[in-house]
């Protein structure tokens, strides 16, 4: 089998690079599912670290999804003290 080739290789990082920005556009529209904005943002910096010539879908993908992976913790903590908040002011001792 031949080694792979330059282009071989630009087109693989492309593919990544648009697999990285679907799955960005995946968590804006379904933002309670923490996985996609966390495989979003590996593939998008795997992209960035194999050096393409064009950056755009990857380095989208990387701030969309890392964008909306602190949006999901700031909830998440936000979700965390209002109930830890609610369970103390109800004295519920567990």
């Not at 700031?74 to 001792?93: E, F, H, P, R």
Request: proline share 5%; net charge positive.
């Amino acid at each position: 089998m031949p080694a792979p080739t330059a282009a071989d290789r630009e087109s693989s990082t492309q593919t990544l690079s648009i697999i990285a920005f679907a799955l960005s556009i995946a968590a804006i529209v379904a933002p309670s599912f923490v996985l996609l904005p966390i495989a979003s943002l590996v593939l998008g910096i795997i992209a960035l670290a194999r050096k393409p010539k064009s950056k755009g879908f990857a380095l989208t993908a990387v701030i969309i999804s890392g964008t909306m992976l602190a949006l999901a913790l700031i909830v998440a903590a936000g979700a965390a003290l209002l109930l830890g908040v609610s369970v103390i002011s109800s004295g519920y001792a567990g």
